[in-house]
């Protein structure tokens, strides 16, 4: 069999960085000012802090700026919701970013359904699924938007494919569900409570590991030349699928790391961007 298309969201994302940057300079030049990312971080899990500190990087290498707001553990949901509030009124934040999870007894949906829609650029309120979900214009989840453009710049036609998305989060699996059916994939949304995984995936045209499981999806339970997209990231560098094995049988796939990742904050640095623009239009 060919070598299988390795899906490069390492090289894609650089691209799009790039044209941010070359955006941003004008924007600069043209109304003395650039986007602002306004990220909240509640509590102190490692990992949320690595992601938080590498969106803040990006902006930075950008040249756009980037307000941290660091609440502890044992914040209500009144105050986020405060906090929330105030960046939704503060005219220089164009964007704000609720870093995902929060601690457990935080009311999250509520607290993103408390963002603006217009600063809405990790696209994680209701109203913005709503309009993803009727094929309208909107921002985006990042992770999936992510997968989307990946898929677009390797012309992968989704059309009649049978899709299995592993996974039905908020944040990734659902909406990633919606996109791909609006390219008129027929898709497969699977979850916990998900009997004959196995049958299903054996069946896949394409498989999108969002379980947040490291390996989970077996190479055994793939046809060759599936497509295999991989949006998991675990200890030890891997992500949900079994990608040392699939690789022999796959047509594309996405690397961990170097895949999904990298796009996720392409994406939000994009919609940053963009809700900026919508704001100063030309
Ligand atoms: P999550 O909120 O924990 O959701 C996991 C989903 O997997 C749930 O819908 C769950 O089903 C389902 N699931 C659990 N066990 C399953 C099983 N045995 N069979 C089928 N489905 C099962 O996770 P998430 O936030 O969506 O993240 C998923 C993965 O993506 C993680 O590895 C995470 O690190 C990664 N991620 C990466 C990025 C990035 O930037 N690259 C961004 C976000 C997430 P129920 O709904 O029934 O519980």
């Known amino acids: 069999m060919k070598s299988p298309v390795i899906l490069d969201g390492k090289k894609l994302s650089e691209k799009i960085k790039e044209d941010i940057k070359k955006e941003i300079s004008i924007l600069q030049k043209k109304f003395g000012k650039v986007p602002t990312l306004a990220t909240v971080l509640v509590g102190s899990d490692p990992s949320s802090k690595v992601y938080v500190q590498m969106k803040i990087n990006a902006c930075q290498k950008l040249g756009m700026n980037s307000k941290l707001i ?7 949901t009144e105050k986020l919701l405060i906090t929330l509030e105030e960046l939704n009124e503060d005219e220089n934040i164009t964007g704000i970013l609720l870093q995902h999870p929060v601690p457990k007894k935080i009311d999250e949906r509520l607290a993103f359904d408390t963002i603006l829609n217009e600063k809405d650029v990790d696209g994680v309120n209701s109203h913005s699924f709503g309009k993803l979900s009727m094929g309208e214009r909107s921002f985006k989840p990042c992770t999936p938007e992510g997968i989307m453009l990946l898929i677009e710049e390797y012309k992968i036609n989704l059309e009649g494919k049978l899709v299995v998305v592993v996974g039905r989060s908020p944040i990734l699996g659902k909406p990633m569900s919606m996109m791909m059916l609006e390219k008129n994939a027929t898709v497969v949304m699977t ?12 069946q896949a045209d394409l498989i999108v590991g969002a379980v947040g499981k490291p390996e989970y999806i077996k190479s055994e339970w793939m046809k060759d030349g599936v497509i295999l997209i991989d949006a998991g990231y675990n200890k030890g560098n891997v992500g949900d699928i079994d990608l040392k094995n699939g690789i022999s049988k796959c047509s594309h796939y996405t690397p961990v790391p170097g895949g999904v990742g990298p796009m996720t904050i392409a994406v939000l640095l994009k919609q940053t961007l963009d809700a900026f623009k919508i704001k100063f239009p030309n």
């Open 191 to 202: 979850h916990s409570k998900t009997k004959n995984l196995k049958s299903l995936l054996q």
């Open 70 to 76: 660091e609440l502890p553990e044992k914040t209500s």
